[in-house]
């Protein structure tokens, strides 16, 4: 609502609703509304035009900008200066190669007693995860004492702390690519006790093996056998959720070349597989006496009678092994790195793929170091991206607890609470609806309303008058990674003029349309 006060005194922390869609409009072509009243502290959601979020002006990016806002969650102060000086290559070479629990702990003496995660040189990270305590144990057992809403809110605030502070920013840009690719709905069944797990064993352990691997760890977990409902597939009554799921969205996609008959014959291969429902509650279990036993064939592969569990290892080998799981997977990659997905870079990677039997980092390692990557066209932050850029671009320290896990919310990217089993859409047009939303974010995080997260805007303003710069050209510099001139910024500069107070003007400079893009 807005107010009817039309006094021109102007309310501390807020800024005027002309203003604020004034700047939508620069780029969005949102139609200013008339008059001067000060903006509430929570815009109400409109609906947008489908253009709601067009491409900022062409600007020339510096590559490692670039490289930080598509490897990374966007830099933090000081990693543009870093990564210039140790150069792009390298830096792509270091972040394929995170430490693992066996580089850290070869004895495995540690890791019954830590989490997977906590086994890296991150301790910024390290120590804000570990205060979640047993809520992330891979033990199963101890997870169906906890509640379910809590567990999931736990999952929700370690992926937030680590995309924001972890040093491994390409291991949790590869975490979101195959939580989405691999999505499961946290809230059917078991899932906030199975998804926990499956975060941890699935997706982080082989975010950078083989797509096998992956693949394997995936058709074995309790919380993707529960959500595509295998666990109910039996001879006789086979249930093909899982099966055609595995074929259109996990390997070879909805051109795969796959028939009816092939999901069939899928689902038949894994009847039988399920999970412990009692003393070993969520580890994989082979059921023979429900298993369909019978030949089959899969893609032309003949499958011999009498496989027992191995009809669905087989399975897994051909989806694996397969050329059209190799573009389908190239092709994903592109968008989410470049935007676009160019037909000679998806061949190329495609190659890679078959070449290296499914190898992840060197499918991932060409697309990173390509010119493509650094001159291809913008690509718009979905909410959970342009949430955690804004707390690395200035520093912000925060639990990220509920507060912060409603905004995302609001914005319309839940993690783990999207139904279908396609992922949150990459798709710019998908998230026309989430501008005002983000506004709401902006205003609350540049005001310090977020309960347990704090923007420092004393050591902000400190930074920059030591580098020379008044506070508002420091944030510019902070939110964008660039000179403070640069022309493109232009628009977001002129509003320091009716914006002194820093704080406000924080809020501008990321609800600017520029910020919304990476």
């Given at each position: 609502m807005i107010s ?12 005027r ?5 004034q ?5 969005a ?11 509430e ?10 253009d ?14 670039r ?14 200066e ?14 394929l190669?995170?430490?693992?629990p066996?580089t ?5 003496f ?9 086994l890296?040189d991150?301790?910024a ?6 205060a ?13 004492d ?19 502070y972890?040093r ?8 979101e ?14 899932g ?18 083989r797509?096998?691997d ?23 009554v ?5 099966a ?21 014959q ?12 009692h ?14 036993n ?20 087989r399975?897994?080998?051909?989806l694996?092994?397969h ?34 039997h499914g ?19 913008p ?15 200035l ?12 905004h ?20 710019a047009?998908a998230?026309?609806?989430?501008l ?12 310090n309303r ?14 920059g ?8 050209d420091?944030?510019?510099?902070l ?14 500069r ?21 910020f919304?893009?990476?």
């Open positions: 009817q006060d039309r006094e021109n005194k102007r309310q501390p922390g807020k800024i609703r002309r203003e604020a869609l700047l939508g409009a620069a780029a072509g949102i139609v200013a509304l008339s008059g001067c009243e000060p903006m502290q929570q815009l109400t959601p409109v609906s947008l035009p489908t709601a979020f067009p491409p900022p002006p062409t600007r020339r990016v510096a590559p490692s900008v490289l930080l806002n598509r490897a990374a969650f966007g830099p933090r102060p000081g990693d543009v870093r990564v210039d000086q140790i150069g792009l290559a390298a830096f792509v070479e270091e972040q190669h995170p430490p693992t066996e850290k702990d070869p004895i495995g540690l890791k019954d007693h830590l989490h997977l995660n906590d890296d991150d301790p990270c390290t120590w804000r995860v570990r979640l305590g047993d809520m992330l144990t891979t033990d199963t057992g101890l997870l169906f906890e509640d379910d809403h809590r567990l999931v809110q736990a999952l929700r605030q370690a992926t937030l702390l680590r995309a924001i972890s491994h920013q390409l291991l949790e840009r590869m975490v690519f195959w939580s989405d690719h691999f999505n499961i709905y946290a809230f059917k069944g078991a906030p006790q199975y998804k926990v797990v499956d975060d941890q064993t699935t997706i982080r352990q082989h975010a950078f093996g797509f096998r992956l693949l394997g760890a995936s058709a074995h977990s309790a919380a993707m056998l529960g959500y595509l409902d295998n666990t109910v597939n039996r001879k006789g086979p249930n093909e959720n899982y055609r799921e595995l074929m259109e969205l996990h390997t070879l996609g909805v051109n795969g070349g796959y028939t009816q008959h092939d999901v069939q899928v689902a038949r291969c894994l009847t039988g597989w399920s999970s412990e429902r003393w070993r509650r969520g580890a994989f279990v082979f059921n023979a006496a429900v298993h369909d019978g030949e089959k064939v899969v893609l032309g592969h003949r499958i011999p009678p009498g496989g027992g569990v191995r009809d669905g290892e399975v897994l080998d051909i694996a092994a050329p059209s799981t190799a573009r389908h997977l190239a092709t994903k990659l592109c968008i989410y790195f470049l935007g676009e997905a160019p037909d000679e870079m998806v061949k190329r990677l495609a190659g890679i793929y078959l070449k290296t190898d992840i980092r060197s499918v991932v390692r060409p697309l990173l170091n390509s010119p493509e990557l650094l001159e291809s066209k690509i718009l932050k979905r909410p959970f991206d342009y949430l955690v850029s804004t707390c690395r671009a520093n912000v320290d925060t639990d990220a607890g509920l507060p912060l896990q409603q995302l919310e609001k914005m319309g990217q839940p993690l783990f609470a999207w139904p279908m089993p396609d992922g949150f859409p990459e798709r047009s998230w026309t609806g989430t005002i939303p983000r506004w709401n974010y902006a205003m609350d995080l540049s005001a977020l309960k347990n997260t704090l923007l420092n805007w004393t050591a902000l303003t400190d930074a008058e030591k580098r020379g710069l008044s506070t508002h420091s944030l510019v510099e939110a964008f990674a660039c000179r403070a001139s640069d022309p493109s910024l232009a628009p977001v002129e509003c320091q003029k009716s914006h002194p107070n820093p704080a406000e003007y924080g809020a501008v400079v990321l609800m600017s349309p520029e919304q893009w990476r």
